[in-house]
């Protein structure tokens, strides 16, 4: 992807209805990087219901370590922690965050208040480009730091297949607003907010099987929503421009569980905004953990490499010994 803030106009045929859906991938674009600057300490982050107070939002992020700001030259994005493997740290982001050809030692993971920096990226073996990704559900990607992650317990990766009909937990640091205004206000603030996981993006000719879906409840009108119960949660909300690569949570009965990578988002009215009745696309960790696992644990732990560093002198070491009797 030349421009990690494409926007791009795509037709999906609902099961219900015939809808042509406007469908944006959400980091943010260069022209917005003042804004996150000058309000990075004090704006929340994705819309929220209008009659709900935005701090109950921005307390319920500190439930969520794991998930941390990622950015780059003139972007943000988000990103999540799930673990240290071969001396480094790992993050698990959007692949449209990463594919734009800036070195991996470009790109600064903020979590806990330290900074990481990259030092290289994988992108899923099946993706080729955003606009593809957006189709086949392989908008995901590993960045690999360039130190261990210390002191943040890192996110649980799901590995079940029965998170449709699941309350979730959305968390990023992306633009803000209320259901009834939009995403108005500059991102770069974690917060966290619920949604239902209504759909898997077959079952509504929205994506693959591969993405999560859900969309934004309108308490004011029952008519504006697009899938599953028109009744909102508590403090619903939905992903906006900056949560790209951020966690979508479930807690199965064992504690949270990372089971979605922020994607995009959808709009019904033409305007992505991530108002009532817009929608949201998570890429599906499940089908990926097998490339997770063996893409981290391809990297050998440094100790390792020093113990057969040391193992490989002694033996060496031994043969010139076994070599220097047999001569004498």
Not at 48 to 74: E, K, N, S
Request: aromatic letters at 10%.
């Amino acid at each position: 992807m030349n421009h990690p803030t494409s926007w791009v106009r795509c037709n999906f045929n609902s099961v219900s209805k015939a809808l042509l859906f406007t469908v944006a991938v959400f980091s943010i674009t260069q022209s917005l990087q003042a804004e996150l600057i000058s309000s990075v300490d004090i704006a929340p982050t994705s819309t929220i219901r209008h009659d709900r107070a935005d701090a109950l939002y921005t307390a319920g992020a500190a439930l969520f370590p794991a998930t941390g700001r990622l950015t780059w030259p003139g972007f943000l994005c988000s990103g999540n922690f799930i673990g240290n493997f071969g001396g480094s740290g790992w993050v698990l982001t959007a692949g449209h965050c990463v594919d734009d050809g800036t070195a991996a030692s470009q790109f600064d993971f903020l979590l806990g208040g330290t900074n990481d920096d990259g030092a290289a990226i994988f992108p899923a073996p099946t993706s080729t480009n955003f606009i593809d990704s957006l189709a086949k559900g392989d908008d995901i990607a590993l960045v690999r730091l360039v130190g261990e992650v210390v002191g943040v317990a890192a996110a649980v990766l799901n590995t079940g297949t029965n998170e449709v009909g699941m309350v979730g937990t959305h968390v990023g640091f992306g633009r803000t607003g209320t259901g009834l205004t939009g995403d108005t206000s500059g991102a770069g603030t974690k917060r966290a907010a619920e949604n239902v996981i209504d759909a898997l993006g077959n079952s509504v000719d929205v994506g693959l099987a591969d993405q999560l879906i859900d969309d934004f409840d309108n308490p004011l009108d029952a008519g504006d929503s697009l899938f599953g119960s028109s009744a909102p949660l508590n403090l619903e909300g939905l992903i906006a421009p900056g949560d790209s690569g951020g966690g979508y949570y479930v807690d199965f009965g064992f504690g949270f569980e990372l089971v979605g990578i922020h994607s995009f988002n959808g709009a019904i009215d033409g305007d992505l905004d991530s108002d009532y009745g817009d929608l949201s696309g998570s890429t599906r960790v499940s089908s990926f953990v097998p490339w997770i696992n063996a893409t981290t644990s391809a990297v050998p732990e440094p100790s390792s490499l020093i113990l057969f560093a040391i193992a490989g002198a002694f033996l060496y070491l031994g043969r010139k010994n076994k070599q220097k009797k047999s001569l004498a």
